[in-house]
């Protein structure tokens, strides 16, 4: 069994008497009899594919199909349509304001059967299934209408989709034509592919942007075109490329930069004033006006990538447009091209148009604070920026945060408190090591130096005083790429005050407090993002996270190596003073996103990393050790109350912080099915499996050793269930779960017996979540 607080028990009670109770109220209130007597209301339609040979993708075939209906039937949370009932119980025409605004934004109007085409309806089907490839579809619609609802029936009877023969290339010879021949060659499409208009038009597209690469600025996909041809009785269909004869001259013909200007405003009011002007690099025809609001010429110079007489290219176009933008202090950014008129050759001149923002800016942000450990309180951030800082686009802001808390339910008073100050300079490029070493890439690289001071106090434990300085590069390779590089990070930590408890621990074990929290980092950091949802194509992405944290090592080897310094009697070194930390720790984050329909997706996560003191270390830093369990972990577990290992703190009171529940190595696995339920209602279905664990015994976590042989049975398993309200702007999230197997249960086997009929295991056992966004 598992040691559950007060609170949840109150809360457990509250939430399973007033769930049902609400939810009788609600349902005893019909939408229907606000329908006029001639109305009907829209229930929703069935649909039916009927095949005699085996169609792939059914559930993908009827997602389509159903898009294609209007008007769409009310939401519904299980038999409720909630948004219609809030539009009928707010009355009609409000005139009290917030009655007017539930009405006219969460609730919504009914969806007439009057309103519903049912043999349009079997019109628009046919052609979206002619798009698919299903030439020879057939719909049919058949209505259910009862005396107040409707709905609707349609069976769809399918052959095998037509699939590629061919694809044959443009006829003529000309150069132009040539080039598009040539981008043809290695098009995704192939033979044996199923026809689908939508990748017609996206080939179209891609053609048409490696033309405009080449120069072809006029060119647009609509100038091309794929005729089909099906004859034949095997169900294939044969394309041929072709461009349309409305095709325009300029289309056809590749075009150079001319002159490149650079028009800095000082608003947008003034965008077509040019005034002040001065001209840089005239030589190679690019200018600079509108120098007057103390931006270095050489600061845009590096962010336009266009150059006088080569070739337009949408590379550079884009590049353009993301470096500036990417400096951070522009609110507009346009680029107009136009033909000077005394030239005959195809040539562009180059308009690069530019609105700054304000300078300097102050926010204030409050913020409510509820976490899953039942700490509640507020929050208070204040940040300073000027985006300008030395005329050269370099960011610097100043922010101060603070935040205080308090333990619900807890018998003596419990609080938490935290205060920090960091300033940050960003620049927008690589200064040296590496200015000369990485390209530039697609989006504008940045070198950050920051300085940080933050102090944490809980009242039953201690305070926490920490100093960080960071110098690093931020860089994204491309849309999906992200690198995060700091060749020197330095963190110094020291305690404050210490409740008794905790004195009585350090006084005891002067070797876990200085290698908790009486070292210093420094050392180095690299982290790796690839994540392709932002770019998803089909109906699966991936996720992938690495980080590498090494702390001493070079200074170890400068101390010890080239003996520089005496080691002190525990043969560790100091400096200042003070020991450091070395250590050598990589972790790893992977997911997987796989939509089984458009309203379904299947998400998987695998976590996993290690931490190695050595050295001058026996331990990893406080800050740098593992933890697991908590809302956004394994759902089941209160956040840092399992491992490592088997152990567990059976003498400790239930609100105390124990700093042994930490470890070196972390595993963990998680499944969830999620799917939407109605509107803003979502839902989810989900496993999670994972511990951690030290590298060696410990004196005062017995059984957290990581054991080869034994872990698998130290493998803590959790599911449950959860409810999301998908607000768009963001998403509050409640995950109801229970554990299934406990590390340190020492019944036998593997899991552990469940008892839902009891109220006792009820309230030990089941965990409410709240979070904020979805877990993974």
């Given at each position: 069994?598992?040691?559950?607080?007060?609170?949840?028990?109150?809360?457990?009670?509250k939430?399973?008497?007033?769930?049902?109770?609400?939810?009788?109220?609600?349902?005893s209130?019909?939408?229907?009899?606000?329908l006029?007597?001639?109305q009907?209301?829209?229930?929703g339609?069935?649909?039916?594919?009927?095949?005699?040979?085996?169609?792939?993708?059914?559930g993908?075939?009827t997602?389509?199909?159903?898009?294609?209906?209007?008007?769409?039937?009310?939401?519904?949370?299980?038999?409720?349509?909630y948004?219609?009932?809030?539009?009928?119980?707010?009355?009609?025409?409000?005139?009290?304001?917030?009655?007017?605004?539930?009405?006219?934004?969460?609730?919504?109007?009914?969806?007439?059967?009057?309103?519903?085409?049912?043999?349009?309806?079997?019109?628009?089907?046919?052609?979206?299934?002619?798009?698919?490839?299903?030439f020879?579809a057939?719909?049919?619609?058949?209505?259910?209408?009862?005396?107040?609802?409707?709905s609707a029936g349609?069976?769809?009877?399918?052959l095998?989709?037509?699939?590629?023969?061919?694809?044959?290339?443009?006829?003529?010879?000309?150069?132009?034509?040539?080039?598009i021949?040539?981008?043809?060659?290695?098009?995704p499409?192939?033979?044996g592919?199923?026809?689908?208009?939508?990748?017609l038009?996206?080939?179209r597209?891609?053609?048409?942007?490696l033309?405009?690469?080449?120069?072809?600025?006029y060119?647009h996909?609509?100038?091309?075109?794929?005729r089909?041809?099906?004859?034949?009785?095997?169900r294939?269909?044969?394309?041929?490329?072709?461009?349309?004869?409305?095709?325009?001259?300029?289309?056809?013909?590749p075009?150079k930069?001319g002159?490149i200007?650079?028009?800095v405003?000082?608003?947008?009011?003034?965008?077509e004033?040019e005034?002040?002007?001065?001209?840089?690099?005239?030589?190679?025809?690019?200018?600079?006006?509108?120098?007057?609001?103390?931006?270095?010429?050489?600061?845009?110079?590096?962010?336009?990538?266009?150059?006088?007489?080569s070739?337009?290219?949408?590379?550079?176009?884009?590049?353009?447009?993301?470096?500036?933008?990417?400096?951070?202090?522009?609110?507009?950014?346009?680029?107009?091209?136009?033909?000077?008129?005394?030239?005959?050759?195809?040539?562009?001149?180059?308009?690069?148009?530019?609105?700054p923002?304000d300078?300097?800016?102050?926010?204030?942000?409050?913020?409510?604070?509820?976490?899953?450990?039942?700490?509640?309180?507020?929050?208070?951030?204040?940040?300073?920026?000027?985006?300008?800082f030395?005329?050269g686009?370099?960011?610097?802001?100043?922010?101060?945060?603070?935040a205080?808390?308090?333990l619900?339910?807890?018998?003596?008073?419990?609080?938490?408190?935290?205060?920090?100050?960091?300033t940050e300079?960003?620049?927008p490029?690589?200064?040296?090591?590496?200015?000369?070493?990485i390209?530039?890439?697609t989006?504008?690289?940045?070198t950050?130096?920051?300085?940080?001071?933050?102090i944490?106090?809980r009242?039953?434990?201690?305070?926490?005083?920490?100093?960080?300085?960071?110098?690093?590069?931020?860089?994204?390779?491309?849309s999906?790429?992200?690198?995060?590089?700091?060749?020197?990070?330095?963190?110094?930590?020291?305690?404050?005050?210490?409740?008794?408890?905790?004195?009585?621990?350090?006084?005891?074990?002067?070797?876990?407090?200085?290698?908790?929290?009486?070292?210093?980092?420094?050392?180095?950091?690299?982290?790796?993002l690839y994540?392709?949802?932002?770019?998803?194509?089909?109906?699966?992405?991936?996720?992938f996270?690495?980080?590498?944290?090494?702390?001493?090592?070079?200074?170890?080897?400068?101390?010890?190596?080239?003996?520089?310094?005496e080691?002190?009697?525990?043969?560790?070194y100091?400096?200042?003073e003070?020991n450091?930390?070395?250590?050598s720790?990589?972790?790893?984050?992977?997911?997987?996103?796989?939509?089984?329909?458009?309203?379904q997706?299947?998400?998987?996560?695998?976590?996993?990393?290690?931490?190695?003191?050595?050295?001058n270390?026996?331990?990893?830093?406080?800050?740098?050790?593992?933890?697991?369990?908590?809302?956004?972990s394994?759902?089941?577990?209160?956040?840092?109350?399992l491992?490592?290992?088997s152990?567990?703190?059976?003498?400790?009171?239930?609100?105390s912080?124990?700093?042994?529940?930490?470890?070196?190595?972390?595993?963990?696995m998680?499944?969830?099915?999620?799917?939407?339920?109605?509107?803003?209602?979502?839902?989810?279905?989900?496993?999670?499996?994972?511990?951690?664990?030290?590298?060696?015994?410990?004196?005062?976590?017995?059984?957290?050793?990581?054991n080869?042989?034994?872990?698998?049975?130290?493998?803590?398993?959790?599911?449950?269930a959860?409810?999301?309200?998908?607000?768009?702007?963001?998403?509050l999230?409640?995950?109801?779960?229970?554990?299934?197997?406990?590390?340190?249960?020492?019944?036998?086997?593997?899991?552990?017996?469940?008892?839902f009929?009891?109220?006792?295991?009820?309230r030990?056992?089941?965990?409410?979540?709240?979070?904020?966004?979805?877990?993974?």
């Open positions: 069994m598992i040691a559950r607080k007060p609170i949840r028990k109150i809360l457990y009670r939430i399973t008497f007033l769930i049902p109770a609400l939810w009788l109220l609600i349902s209130c019909s939408n229907l009899r606000y006029d007597d001639d009907k209301l829209y229930t339609s069935d649909i039916t594919i009927k095949s005699e040979e085996k169609i792939e993708n059914k993908t075939i997602s389509e199909l159903s898009s294609v209906l209007r008007p769409k039937p009310n939401d519904k949370l299980l038999s409720w349509r948004r219609l009932w809030l539009y009928n119980v707010t009355g009609n025409e409000p005139k009290f304001g917030p009655f007017k605004w539930v009405k006219n934004t969460l609730g919504r109007p009914p969806a007439l059967w009057e309103n519903f085409d049912g043999q349009r309806g079997a019109e628009l089907m046919e052609n979206r299934l002619f798009n698919m490839g299903f020879d057939q719909v049919t619609f058949t209505p259910n209408e009862k005396k107040k609802k409707a349609f069976e769809v009877t399918l095998p989709p037509y699939t590629i023969s061919e694809i044959v290339p443009i006829e003529q010879q000309s150069d132009f034509h040539q080039q021949n040539t981008i043809l060659q290695d098009t499409m192939h033979q592919d199923a026809y689908n208009l939508d990748d038009k996206s080939e597209e891609r053609i048409a942007t033309l405009r690469d080449k120069g072809y600025f060119f996909p609509d100038y091309l075109i794929f089909g041809d099906t004859i034949g009785t095997d294939t269909i044969s394309l041929q490329l072709a461009v349309k004869p409305t095709i325009t001259q300029k289309a056809q013909h075009y930069i002159n200007s650079i028009n405003n000082q608003s947008a009011t003034n965008r004033q005034s002040g002007n001065d001209s840089n690099n005239a030589g190679k025809r690019k200018l600079l006006l509108n120098k007057n609001n103390k931006i270095r010429y050489s600061t845009l110079q590096r962010a336009v990538f266009f150059e006088t007489d070739l337009y290219s949408l590379h550079h176009h884009d590049l353009t447009l993301n470096h500036l933008m990417g400096l951070g202090i522009f609110k507009f950014v346009n680029l107009r091209f136009s033909e000077p008129e005394s030239e005959n050759q195809q040539s562009l001149d180059v308009n690069v148009q530019l609105t923002m300078k300097k800016s102050i926010t204030t942000e409050i913020r409510g604070v509820s976490k899953s450990n039942d700490f509640a309180g507020f929050g208070l951030n204040l940040s300073f920026s000027n985006r300008n030395l005329d686009a370099e960011n610097f802001s100043i922010k101060l945060n603070g205080y808390e308090f619900l339910g807890a018998s003596n008073y419990t609080s938490m408190s935290e205060a920090g100050l960091t300079l960003t620049i490029r690589f200064l040296a090591p590496l200015s000369d070493i390209a530039a890439p989006f504008i690289p940045k950050r130096i920051s300085l940080s001071f933050n944490q106090n009242s039953d434990a201690f305070n926490l005083a920490s100093f960080k300085s960071e110098f690093g590069y931020l860089w994204n390779a491309n999906i790429v992200r690198h995060r590089y700091s060749p020197l990070v330095f963190n110094i930590f020291a305690l404050g005050n210490i409740s008794p408890r905790f004195r009585a621990i350090f006084d005891q074990e002067t070797i876990l407090r200085r290698g908790l929290f009486e070292q210093f980092i420094i050392g180095s950091e690299y982290t790796f994540n392709s949802q932002p770019l998803k194509r089909g109906n699966d992405a991936w996720f996270q690495y980080n590498i944290d090494l702390s001493g090592n070079l200074l170890y080897l400068f101390l010890n190596g080239l003996n520089l310094a080691p002190n009697d525990d043969g560790t100091s400096l200042f003070q450091f930390s070395q250590y720790k990589t972790d790893f984050d992977i997911r997987y996103y796989f939509d089984i329909t458009p309203e997706k299947l998400v998987t996560r695998l976590v996993a990393g290690v931490g190695l003191p050595y050295g270390s026996g331990s990893l830093p406080w800050v740098k050790l593992f933890t697991t369990g908590g809302s956004n394994i759902r089941a577990f209160q956040p840092r109350s491992g490592p290992g152990f567990y703190p059976e003498d400790e009171d239930e609100y912080f124990n700093i042994y529940q930490t470890g070196e190595i972390k595993l963990e998680n499944l969830e099915y999620r799917f939407t339920i109605s509107g803003i209602f979502k839902g989810a279905v989900f496993a999670d499996a994972g511990n951690i664990w030290n590298l060696k015994e410990k004196e005062n976590a017995p059984g957290g050793a990581f080869k042989n034994d872990f698998i049975n130290q493998i803590a398993l959790g599911t449950g959860g409810l999301r309200f998908d607000f768009t702007f963001f998403i999230r409640l995950d109801l779960a229970f554990p299934l197997a406990v590390p340190y249960d020492n019944s036998e086997g593997y899991f552990q017996a469940l008892d009929g009891s109220g006792k295991w009820r030990e056992n089941l965990i409410l979540n709240l979070g904020i966004g979805y877990p993974f």
